[in-house]
């Protein structure tokens, strides 16, 4: 049988990588895409081969055409596409938006939003029945930054979150006649190194008191939506933005 690939990017760590062993264990040849982090990444996919599953690592920037060509590429090489999640993202320090400069601001949405953009682009243009593909899945990582807008932390990384969300609305509705669904999941505090990356090593233990249900969120409880999102059991769910925040 063709290996039915899905493509996770930023899938060393963190909520990718969660995604990545679900979907090993569900029967996806899983892409396990990373920017630099190679012991990382070879370790989730020693992981989902040794629980039986298929999976192999892609380095590679998810923010360049070039890094994205580079994926696409090692897909196609492998088997047929079946989805994308577009899970790599970052933040930055804690900033105001009069302390932050125009490099800041032009990684963050090259990251964030650029990058998914033009990965979504290539997913669709093999997976639209339009052009002879078989359909597929999309989920893009937002965030709960897109409703609460971050003041004082990293506005932003929220309104490149916020731009996910519309772009998660409007290519839905691009595709839905071609047998391709779009969806997001909007995470709320989860447990990942994502915050010490900003510099805020303690933000999960500060902000845990401000989630309805008191605490932070595992990067699997994020996964298991994703895979949901992903699968045929969410067979007329596109252009939804599914909050995963505990209430937040
Ligand atoms: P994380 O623990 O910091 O992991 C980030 C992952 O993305 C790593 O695998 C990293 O690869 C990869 N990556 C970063 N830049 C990349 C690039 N340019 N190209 C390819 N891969 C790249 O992050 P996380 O917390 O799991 O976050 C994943 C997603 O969830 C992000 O979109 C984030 O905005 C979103 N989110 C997270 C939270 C949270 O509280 N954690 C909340 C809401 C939304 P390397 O290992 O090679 O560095």
Redesign the pocket.
């Known amino acids: 049988m063709t290996p039915r690939i899905l493509i996770i990017?930023?899938?060393?760590?963190?909520?990718?990588?969660a995604t990545a062993r679900l979907a090993g264990a569900a029967g996806y040849d899983v892409l396990v895409?990373?920017?630099?982090?190679?012991d990382?990444?070879a370790s989730v996919v020693a992981e989902i081969e040794s629980a039986g599953g298929r999976a192999f690592a892609v380095?590679?920037?998810?923010?360049?055409a070039a890094?994205i060509a580079t994926i696409f590429a090692a897909a196609d090489a492998r088997g047929k596409l079946a989805g994308l999640v577009?899970?790599?993202?970052?933040?930055d320090a804690k900033s105001r938006v009069d302390e932050m400069d125009e490099a800041r601001l032009t990684r963050m949405m090259r990251?964030?939003i650029v990058?998914p953009m033009l990965c979504a682009g290539e997913a669709v243009k093999r997976l639209s029945t339009l052009n002879g593909g078989a359909g597929g899945a999309i989920v893009n990582?937002?965030?709960?930054?897109a409703k609460l807008g971050s003041p004082a932390e990293y506005v932003d990384?929220a309104a490149s979150?916020a731009a996910i969300d519309t772009f998660t609305l409007g290519l839905a509705r691009e595709v839905a006649a071609e047998g391709i669904r779009v969806n997001a999941v909007?995470?709320?505090?989860?447990?990942?190194?994502?915050?010490a990356?900003g510099g805020q090593p303690d933000r999960?233990a500060r902000v845990r008191g401000m989630v309805p249900m008191l605490r932070?969120?595992k990067?699997d409880e994020?996964a298991h939506a994703i895979l949901w999102l992903l699968s045929d059991e969410a067979s007329y769910t596109t252009g939804a933005l599914l909050d995963v925040g505990g209430g937040r």
């Open positions: 990017t930023g899938a060393s760590r963190g909520i990718g990588a895409n990373y920017v630099s982090n190679s990382a990444a380095q590679a920037d998810a923010s360049t890094g577009n899970n790599a993202g970052i933040v990251t964030n990058g990582v937002s965030s709960v930054a990384y979150k909007r995470p709320g505090i989860i447990d990942t190194e994502i915050h990356s999960v932070e969120g990067a994020v």
